[in-house]
């Protein structure tokens, strides 16, 4: 608000103040970009989802009444929870070695890390869709070692999405669990180890419990990014196995029904919201996003 | 004595065996790419039979690509410079002011990062079909700095709530102005925050493809739309060479960052 030189001010002893710029409105040219361009936007694809093609719940009904329709929730579900446990296994070894290793190591891999974080999406699934083809690398490495007779279906398939988005999350989950391992003090572990809890005894009653709170905001946070992701489940999902955010994109582009595409937003973004609000509930407001 | 990499014994083996293993699934797809944009197969054959251009001179000579990826540069450009002038705008009065609901205009300025992306996506679609801004480059620019906002407030917000701004008071109280302060003083102080919200912005706003879906018009479209249309046709080597050209750029921001980094520390 700008806080103009007023009758009052002037006739008092009070010198007169120029116009001046509250730190407020200072945040007024952004919030006014957002509001015009974000909130307003998404609130109008909501109402549309109860009044197109006539005012109600008859969206929401067919949504969540359609096997169709679940199916398609469920398997966004059984994806990213697949994304989330595969990611987990893996980051949380890497996560540690990358806490402990002398440092020359642990910036190699770092560089590959980000190199792999900042590397255009697409690029990196269509290197995916290349390699898990049918006549691609990883079929023909798997009869070169004798492990398989003939190509395994491994793309268009929840396998493809499953490998191609647990390469995008990976570094989602190392990144933020390499910091909560920093911050594990060792003397407690060597506590642990002069207590004579041997090596599986510390992993798993002291090294485990303490990484739990990041292991936990790792994993709801690969979880929330994995329900909307859209264009990796989109080249390397099959047409058996699509997700939400594919469902609510042909409802808009392919279908033209706002209303049911506005639905099925709403459905992903209450989920969205819900996790996120567990996440600033129990694990504080750090966290990165993702497309 | 898990935390000590010198008393993890055999252990040690399994977690950098691990590591490697993990590091190579992350590298090895992008080396893929690079070397088969190289390749002589058009069947994307590993190892391929024979090394060639031929991909790059496709590439270069379909003026549809170097039109995207023009298109795709003005965007990130217009984007980077409106997100840190507003970042940097926006920050000041984030990290200065007092006033109410601070923390939660805040969190409201960093909703964009989180919400899934289709859905502004759709929404925006929606919206610019009603006011005709579909298809333009100005619809492109606001929804892409609608993405890339966040991550230039982060920055220097951050960066900003790291000055001491008791440095800037003494240079008004020492005679410049509180403007000439902030530029003179403050923002050269900021300056990490200020190239980390540029290069935010630019990233954002160059590898943004699920708004650019909708955005797109058959005379205007950004590179990864031209990339994501081609790639639901065939998986050409064409693809592999602009990949390849983006992960290069990619390779060259990071160096450009690393370079920064240091000589803002010494």
């Given amino acids: 608000m700008l806080s103009r030189t007023d009758a009052k001010a002037a006739g008092s002893n009070v010198p007169a103040r120029r116009l001046t710029l509250t730190d407020f409105d200072l945040t007024l040219p952004a919030l006014g970009l957002l509001v015009l361009f974000f909130v307003v936007p998404v609130a109008i694809l909501l109402a549309r989802s109860v009044s197109e093609p006539v005012p109600g719940l008859g969206n929401y009904a067919e949504l969540l009444g359609s096997s169709t329709y679940l199916r398609i929730f469920a398997n966004t579900f059984l994806v990213s929870g697949l994304v989330t446990f595969v990611s987990l296994l893996i980051g949380f070894p890497v996560a540690w070695a990358l806490a402990v290793m002398p440092s020359r190591f642990a910036s190699v891999v770092f560089a590959i890390l980000l190199l792999s974080m900042w590397t255009n999406l697409l690029a990196r699934t269509y290197a995916w869709m290349v390699l898990l083809q049918r006549t691609g690398v990883v079929n023909k490495l798997l009869i070169g070692l004798g492990l398989i007779d003939k190509p395994l279906p491994l793309v268009n398939n929840l396998t493809g999405v499953t490998i191609g988005m647990t390469y995008i999350m990976l570094p989602f989950i190392i990144l933020p669990l390499y910091g909560v391992i920093r911050k594990i003090d060792p003397a407690i572990l060597q506590a642990a180890a002069l207590c004579g809890a041997n090596r599986w005894q510390s992993l798993v009653r002291v090294l485990l419990p303490l990484a739990m709170p990041g292991m936990a905001a790792g994993a709801l946070m690969v979880f929330v990014m994995s329900l909307g992701y859209f264009v990796t489940p989109a080249l390397l999902g099959g047409t058996a196995n699509m997700m939400l955010a594919e469902l609510i994109a042909q409802f808009v582009q392919s279908l033209v029904n706002w209303g049911m595409g506005g639905a099925a937003a709403l459905v992903l973004l209450v989920v969205t919201l819900a996790l996120y609000a567990v996440q600033l509930r129990f694990f504080g407001t750090d966290r990165m996003g993702g497309r | ?266």
């Avoid at chain 2, 590298?27 to 031929?54: C, N, Y």
């Avoid at chain 2, 270069?60 to 298109?71: G, H, V």
């Fill in chain 2, 1 to 266: 004595m898990l935390l000590n990499f010198d008393r993890l014994g055999w252990w040690k083996l399994v977690l950098i065996g691990i590591t490697l293993l993990t590091a190579a699934f992350l590298l090895l797809p992008i080396l893929f790419i690079a070397a088969l944009s190289f390749g002589s197969s058009q069947w994307l054959i590993f190892p391929p039979p024979g090394w060639t251009l031929q991909w790059y001179r496709e590439l270069f000579a379909d003026p549809r690509w170097l039109e995207s990826a023009w298109t795709s540069f003005q965007i990130a450009i217009i984007v980077t410079v409106l997100s840190v002038l507003l970042g940097l705008v926006t920050s000041f009065g984030l990290t200065r002011g007092r006033f109410l609901f601070r923390e939660t205009l805040k969190a409201l300025f960093l909703t964009p990062m989180i919400l899934p992306v289709v859905v502004l996506a759709v929404a925006l679609y929606a919206f610019f079909l009603q006011i005709g801004l579909n298809g333009t480059l100005t619809g492109f620019v606001i929804s892409h700095l609608v993405l890339a906002l966040p991550f230039s407030i982060l920055s220097i917000t951050s960066a900003l709530e790291g000055f001491d701004k008791s440095i800037e008071d003494a240079a008004v109280l020492c005679g410049a102005s509180p403007f000439e302060a902030k530029i003179r003083v403050t923002l050269p102080a900021i300056s990490h925050g200020i190239f980390s919200a540029a290069i935010f912005s630019f990233l954002t706003s160059w590898d943004e493809v699920v708004v650019a879906i909708f955005m797109a018009s058959p005379t205007l479209q950004t590179l990864p739309v031209k990339v994501w249309a081609t790639l639901r046709q065939d998986l050409t080597p064409v693809v592999a060479a602009a990949s390849t050209l983006l992960i290069l750029l990619t390779v060259l921001l990071m160096v450009l960052v690393a370079v920064v980094r240091k000589g803002l520390k010494s």
